[in-house]
């Protein structure tokens, strides 16, 4: 790609995941229980990646991806994942 991405690395390590029912009294029921999640060290794009980032990413890979409808939104990429 040759749009320059603002990556940053997020380090390894654990953090909470999920609701305590005792403590937030809002919780649904797909957030119990909490617990304890340990991540490797990854990277993320600062900010969103941009409609014109992914036709970028697209036209250069050669990445297919079906989608049932067009007027849906975007909500999961896999750009690493072989389909």
């Given amino acids: 790609m040759n749009s320059m991405l603002d ?3 997020i380090p ?3 953090f909470l995941m999920g609701a305590d029912p005792e403590v937030e009294i809002n919780a649904e029921y797909e957030e119990q229980p909490q617990r304890e999640v340990w991540l490797s060290t990854y990277a993320i794009q600062r900010t969103p990646v941009t ?3 992914w036709q970028e990413f697209l036209r250069d890979t050669g990445y297919v991806k ?3 409808s067009y007027l849906l ?3 999961i990429v896999y750009p690493n994942k072989e389909n």
Wanted: glycine fraction near 14%; proline fraction near 7%; aromatic fraction near 14%.
């Fill in 51 to 53: 409609v014109g980032q």
């Fill in 12 to 14: 390894e390590g654990s």
């Fill in 7 to 9: 990556m940053v690395i």
């Fill in 66 to 68: 079906y989608f049932s």
């Fill in 73 to 75: 939104p975007l909500l």
